[in-house]
């Protein structure tokens, strides 16, 4: 019986494609395709009941944000999920830095539960909604 | 360009051999010049000591090292980071200043050059960019070859011409002005973890000996015939006993005589030698080594040196001696870089507390200052604190009044925790001499430019020669008496002239100068296997591409280029 | 003595650079005098008294001088900080470098203290009726000399990094720490009242760390060497002494290692 | 006739590669081709010809739009922004030139800014753990010429650092390596089964953020002390068993990477790693490295290394001194706790690389950003001021994650009309002196 919302430990990091992505454009589609996906090991992903390529909502202690649940190409062990650096997983990193200036990029609590038909939001438009700069 | 007439000073000029005589100068476009027109400006230099810019022979700053030292030591100049009023931009750092605040530094003792004393070749062109950015003084740099794979190469076959002709390649690709050697073959052995100590010990794989290594560099810079002799940081620095090491490779350079057109006359500047002066067996039963190492220098003529004065701070050691920073790391625990540069060389940093308190390091301050009072020839004896390793640079008035003044350094003497140890490992205690003004002229201008074959131009205040003075608040006939107002006197100037123009007055800078890069470009004939040998290193062993490897023109926007011509028939 | 009070008429809109309220800048000043010492918010310099009402006077000493201030202090850095003698009382939060490179004297905050206060301490009581942010009685970044001397109570609890290069001087925390206590300690004392999240004494090179509480992880390099009876703090208890960090180096003393010490109440 | 630039460098990573060979048209406008870059590298060159660049500096209007205005009205904006403001964060510096870095850095010391580079949400840790306890390294061709032992520890240069592996620190054959890869022993630690940990001997997968605790109890193996019987999920054996051979080695190396300066205790596990590295000096020669991410980043914090003595985030707020405090004037902190009031982005996209909290912060302040191309940061500023791809349409010197530094190519030119860094700069600078002649702050 799958969970309807289970909690992981949420790393950030680069990928090949994030940094093709990125050079490419941080509007290109390239750059979309490699960073709004959250990698997750395959019995986590039984465990929430998640099929490959279907959209998670990922809420951490700031905020939350949609993307796309994949199954990792890079072994993860259970427990731990991983969303490729770039301002959809930077939606809910943590600020706080331990007074050393870098914040919470990796190892932080997550909840993560199914949201298959909502929408995730284009590179400048996941960070405009979170400003406030986007006139509804 | 304005002329000026600087009157009634009391003038020190080795050049010209004249010893506090009250004698006016003239300047016009950046030269000393016989008589200047009625309209000339008139500097009133009465009571006052004139002298030309003093020149800096060997110190640490510019360069990848140097650089790690500042910015791995925040501590060093967070309460020591400040704005002067005018023209000046921010000045921190206490052991090692920002580049901003060594210019201004320098320009306010008197000086008007400095020679970086270590350029790893590979980081060329970082040491050019803190050059650069360096305000007012004139700079060059020494690249390192002692540990060089070329190098350790061509001599280990005595090839002399091959050596001299990469040489000649280095100095062209990194802007270098001559030939530095430091530690030879130890920092090679290093990058195994292992030292040279004598200079009879084998360089691992290489087979070569530091002695080689030394004699083979001596006779390619005389083969080139460069303005600056082979400047060298001998092995086993810093250790108890190290003193015949020390004679062992001075010795090397007997019979070779000096061959350039620059008024050189040494072949071998054997650097900071206070570190290099130690007896005894451990530090519990370390003497002073002073006496021995300067009766064998005061004899070899063609021999310079210069002195490493411990200046007892807290400083930051910084040295492409890579073991012996390793070695000081042990001792001491405190933070350590090092950082070894493929196929050339290594460096390390560690800093340093030069505890007055500590019998050694008290002793050290005595070899140091023994040093230059046992020099009989103070053309060939240059002041230097091998900054920032014995001590920063900005330290140059104090050192000057134990120099200067017997009361002076006595009374730091025997105010020593330990000075009985102290005053019973060294022989400080005996000497009497005080070095006068006209000998610190020769120690720290006429003499440090005939070593780096800048004669013809720098060090004296000879009609003709380049319009760098420093006049300083002192009256010869009414010398203090007083250590902090000796230092005082020399820590600011009263006007320095660089190229003929005011750029500080008073203490405070005014005018940012006309800065230049000194480099040697030596011409040698064509040589195919160097040649060769440097495209095939680059494609096998190199992490850069040889087309990235030379230092731009851009970097030195002001080039004094010294020509060479090596080409044989 | 003579005390000062100074009280908060205007609140800064950035943070406010107090370097001068402490009793060294007061010393041998009247109100209208400390006025005008200069207090900065980024490059705008402005007055001391454009921030507080001043009544009373300085002594001619620091040692003469009591400081009390009123109002709230949040956003206020430097109180406090190099002071060598006197007295100085702030009864609300403030802001970083509260007391830091303290040298002497006595300071008490009621009130939370942000991070970095405390830097380096070498001597006096320095008293936060709170809690503490990160940094707590450690080094400048770089420094290997943290807290030297003194004592630093903390009523609340403590953040991360709380004493690192601590080389002597006594640290009191009455609640808990989070992570990397006493880590490159080398002399000093550390008394924890509470739990600590992880890494207590990494790195540690000499010194003494009690703590009453839990420790979340114990670092690997620490081995217990048996129980004693101690008195901590006012506090009768066992502790299991464990020494560490074995990962470290130790100096030796007449041929024998000197360990770092942790002891965990029973 | 289309002609070929060799020994070109790559602005993208620290490897900062020097041997790429690019296409370009005979009218030095259009890049045809890339060889020798890894992927990232090539896509970096190829999108220097896409269509649709800005080419003009934008402001944002009231409706949220975007409009074109002149180099002379971006320029006296910010100006007078700087002027104004009494604490400016100008952040990024990764991605210009060193000598673009040293007119920014006059700009800030008169206006009182707070100059932060990229290291700052990336290998700041390393250089707070560097400043605690110092770093025994090397260049990268001493490890191609000597390394047979290298360890990536909580990093992933196949995917950061593409072309890493084959110059540098596995495959290549230098002189006393004849062997390239066989005559190495590889490991990777990592909490991820990483497509570097593929290209490894063996693979050591900690517990994530136990990395501090592991390199503790190496640090203790190495000293013959008792361990417990796992930290942070590995065996005591297989710890014995990685630090003997460790020790055997002639010439040993760590690379680390995000995995430490990111994860808990930050500049701790860096300075627990440094020390396990001078621990083995004891026994044989070993080094360690950052990998630094920023094609120069390494760059910025040497240009302020020499300028001001610290390597980031240095506060010039006051202007008559330099201070620096990680935790309080990094980047993140001043946004975090809102203690500046203007921010100048450049050469870097904060939008896209820190929490989300910090840019809701920043995006309450005025806010310049200067780049070549168009993100998320500029989505968020007031004026958006387009510039020349430093690397590809100017050259510049930067420095590699080993400090050595390269002076960049120039390959295109930049499109008509688009300023460079330098030039830029500089007109802001003369602009800000004009504005503080005429009685400014």
């Known amino acids: 019986m799958a969970e309807k919302k289970i909690t992981l430990n949420m790393i950030t990091c680069r990928t090949i494609q994030q940094g093709v992505g990125m050079e490419a454009g941080k509007t290109s589609q390239k750059y979309f395709d490699a960073c709004t996906i959250m990698h997750m090991h395959p019995e986590d992903m039984k465990r929430l009941g998640v099929w490959k390529n279907t959209n998670v909502k990922v809420t951490s202690s700031v905020g939350s944000v949609i993307v796309k649940a994949v199954e990792t190409r890079e072994d993860l062990v259970p427990g731990l999920a991983h969303i490729p650096m770039g301002p959809w997983a930077n939606r809910i990193v943590p600020a706080y830095t331990f007074s050393t200036g870098e914040p919470c990029f990796k190892g932080f609590p997550v909840d993560v539960e199914i949201a298959a038909n909502e929408r995730i939001l284009g590179a400048v438009e996941v960070l405009q909604d979170a400003c406030g700069l986007i006139r509804k | 360009m304005s002329e000026f007439i600087i009157k009634n000073g009391h003038v020190f000029d080795p050049v010209q051999g004249i010893k506090g005589d009250k004698k006016d100068i003239a300047v016009k476009d950046g030269k000393i010049i016989d008589k200047v027109g009625s309209g000339a400006k008139v500097i009133d230099a009465k009571d006052k000591t004139v002298m030309a810019g003093a020149l800096e022979v060997h110190a640490h700053v510019a360069g990848p090292k140097v650089n790690a030292g500042r910015w791995y030591r925040p501590e060093d100049k967070h309460f020591d980071s400040h704005k002067k009023p005018g023209i000046t931009r921010i000045e921190g750092g206490k052991s090692i200043p920002t580049v901003f605040k060594t210019g201004y530094e320098y320009a306010r003792l008197g000086f008007t050059f400095a ?35 070329f190098i350790l190469e061509y001599l280990k076959n005595h090839e002399v011409e091959n050596t001299a002709a990469y040489i000649a390649w280095i100095l062209r690709q990194t802007k270098g002005y001559g030939v530095k050697c430091v530690n030879p073959g130890g920092t090679e052995a290093w990058a195994w973890g292992l030292n040279c100590l004598t200079i009879h010990d084998p360089v691992p794989y290489f087979e070569i000996t530091p002695a080689e290594i030394i004699k083979g560099l001596i006779e390619a810079n005389e083969y080139l015939g460069l303005p600056h002799s082979m400047h060298l940081h001998q092995n086993d620095l810093g250790n108890p006993g190290n003193y015949k090491t020390t004679i062992d490779s001075l010795r090397l350079a007997e019979g070779i005589k000096a061959t350039n057109n620059f008024g050189r006359e040494q072949v071998l500047h054997s650097t900071h030698l206070q570190f290099h002066s130690y007896k005894g067996t451990n530090w519990g039963d370390f003497e002073s080594g002073a006496k021995e190492v300067m009766d064998y220098v005061n004899k070899q003529k063609n021999l310079t040196i210069d002195t490493g004065n411990v200046t007892l701070d807290e400083t930051t050691t910084m040295t492409a001696d890579g073991p012996f920073e390793h070695h000081l790391h042990g001792l001491n625990h405190l933070k350590w870089f090092n950082v070894d540069v493929e196929l050339e060389t290594a460096a390390g940093i560690v800093p340093f507390i030069y505890d007055p308190n500590n019998a050694v390091f008290a002793s050290q301050w005595a070899v140091g200052l023994e040093i230059a009072l046992y020099a009989k020839d103070p053309m060939r004896c240059f002041i230097t604190t091998d900054h920032p390793n014995a001590g920063p640079f900005t330290r140059y008035p104090r050192v000057y009044s134990w120099l200067m003044s017997k009361k002076c350094r006595d009374e730091r003497l025997h105010s020593f925790k330990k000075a009985d140890k102290v005053i019973s490992a060294t022989n400080l205690a005996t000497l009497d001499r005080e070095i006068t003004l006209y000998e610190l002229a020769q120690m720290t201008r006429a003499g440090p430019a005939k070593c780096l074959g800048l004669s013809k131009d720098y060090g004296g205040l000879a009609a003709g020669m380049n319009a760098d003075i420093a006049i300083y608040n002192i009256n010869p006939d009414k ?88 080409t044989k028939a | 003595m003579n005390t000062v009070t100074l009280t908060v008429k205007k609140q800064p809109e950035l943070y406010l650079e107090c370097e001068n309220v402490n009793p060294d800048a007061f010393a041998g000043k009247k109100a209208d005098d400390i006025a005008k010492l200069g207090a900065y918010q980024g490059k705008e310099m402005s007055t001391v008294g454009d921030y507080f009402t001043i009544t009373g006077e300085a002594g001619a000493t620091a040692a003469d001088t009591k400081i009390i201030v009123n109002g709230d202090c949040t956003k206020m850095k430097y109180l406090g ?91 009191i925390i009455g609640g808990d720490v989070d992570i990397h206590l006493g880590t490159h300690m080398e002399g000093g004392k550390i008394i924890l009242k509470g739990n600590a999240n992880r890494r207590v004494g990494g790195q540690l090179v000499k010194g003494e760390i009690y703590v009453f509480g839990k420790i979340n992880v114990m670092m690997p390099g620490y081995k217990p060497v048996g129980e004693v009876d101690l008195e901590v703090d006012g506090t009768k208890a066992t502790f299991v002494e464990y020494i560490g960090d074995l990962g470290e180096r130790h100096p030796k003393r007449k041929g024998e290692v000197v360990y770092g010490k942790l002891f965990m109440k029973k | 006739m289309p002609k070929e630039v060799t020994d070109v460098i790559c602005p993208f990573c620290g490897t900062l590669c020097d041997d790429l060979i690019v296409t370009v048209s005979d009218d030095n406008k259009t890049i045809l081709g890339v060889k020798n870059a890894c992927a990232i590298g090539a896509e970096k060159f190829n999108h220097q010809r896409q269509p649709g660049r800005v080419k003009r500096p934008r402001m944002r209007q009231a409706d949220g739009s975007y409009k074109e205005i002149t180099y002379d009205e971006a320029i006296d904006w910010t100006a007078n922004m700087l002027v104004k403001s009494r604490k400016t964060l100008m952040y990024g510096w990764a991605s210009t030139s060193c000598q673009a870095m040293s007119i920014g850095h006059e700009i800030a010391e008169k206006v009182g800014g707070i100059v932060d580079n990229c290291a700052t949400v990336c290998h700041g840790s390393s250089l707070i753990a560097i400043e605690d306890v110092g770093v025994p390294s090397c260049t990268l061709g ?70 501090y605790e592991l390199l503790n109890a190496f640090r203790t193996a190495a000293r013959g002390e008792a361990l417990p019987d796992t930290v942070g999920g590995v065996p005591k054996e297989k710890i014995y068993e990685i630090v003997e051979d460790l020790k055997t080695a002639r010439f040993g190396i760590i690379f680390f990477g995000m995995g430490l300066t990111h994860t808990m205790g930050r500049n701790h596990n860096i300075d627990i790693a440094i020390n396990l590295t001078r621990d083995m000096n004891d026994h044989t020669k070993f080094a360690i490295m950052a990998m630094r991410g920023h094609w120069n980043v390494t760059g910025s914090g040497q240009v302020l290394g020499w300028q001001y003595g610290f390597p980031y985030a240095v506060d010039l707020s006051r202007r008559d001194q330099a201070r620096h405090q990680t935790g309080e004037t990094t980047s993140v902190d001043l946004l975090n706790r809102s203690e500046v009031e203007a921010c100048f982005y450049i050469a870097t996209d904060p939008g896209a690389h820190f929490p989300v909290d910090a840019m809701i912060s920043s995006s309450r302040k005025p806010t310049v950003t200067i780049d070549p191309h168009i993100n998320c940061t500029t ?16 050259g510049g010197c930067a420095y590699r994650m080993d400090n050595v530094p390269i002076e960049t190519r120039k390959v295109v030119d930049p499109p008509e009309g688009v300023l460079t860094d330098e030039e830029l700069l500089t007109r802001i600078n003369h602009r800000v002196d004009e504005l503080m002649a005429k009685g400014g702050q």
């Open chain 2, 479 to 566: 010398f203090p008496s007083d250590g902090p107002e000796i230092e005082k006197a020399f820590a600011n100037v009263a006007y320095l002239f660089k190229d003929g123009k005011i750029c500080v007055e008073g203490g405070k800078v005014v005018d940012m100068g006309h800065k230049q890069t000194f480099w040697v470009d030596a011409k040698v004939n064509e040589n195919k296997q160097v040649m060769h040998d440097i495209r095939e290193k680059f494609l096998r062993y190199y992490s850069v591409n040889e087309n990235n490897y030379p230092v731009p023109e851009s970097y030195a926007p002001h080039q004094h280029i010294i020509g060479v011509d090596a």
């Open chain 4, 379 to 394: 989505e968020i500023s007031d004026i958006h001021i387009p510039v020349a791809l430093v690397g590809v349409e100017v």
């Open chain 2, 115 to 149: 020679m970086e004393a270590a350029m790893p070749p590979l980081y060329a062109r970082h040491v050019h960019e803190e050059i650069h950015d360096t305000p007012i003084i004139d700079e060059a740099a020494l690249p390192v070859f002692g540990n060089n794979w």
């Open chain 4, 142 to 211: 001493e490890i191609k010429n000597r390394a047979d032992r290298v360890v990536f520890w909580g990093c992933n240069p196949a995917h950061a650092h593409p072309r890493h592996m084959s110059r540098y620190s596995i495959f290549p054959r230098g002189f006393f390596t004849v062997k390239g890869h066989k005559g190495r022993k590889i490991y990777c630690v990592d909490c991820r089964y990483t497509d570097t940990a593929k290209c490894a001997d063996e693979f050591i997968q900690v517990q994530q953020g136990f990395d």
């Open chain 3, 81 to 171: 900080a190099k002071m060598t003698a006197g007295e100085m009382i702030v009864n609300s939060a403030c802001d970083m470098y509260t007391g830091s490179w303290m040298k002497g004297g006595k300071l008490t905050i009621n009130g939370d203290v942000h991070s970095f206060c405390g830097l380096a301490l070498a001597g006096g009581e320095f008293t936060i009726n709170g809690n503490a942010g990160n940094y707590l009685g450690a080094a400048y970044r770089g420094d290997w000399r943290g807290m030297s001397g003194g004592v630093l109570r903390v009523k609340g609890n403590a953040g991360s990094d709380v004493a690192s290069f601590m080389t002597g001087g006594e640290m």
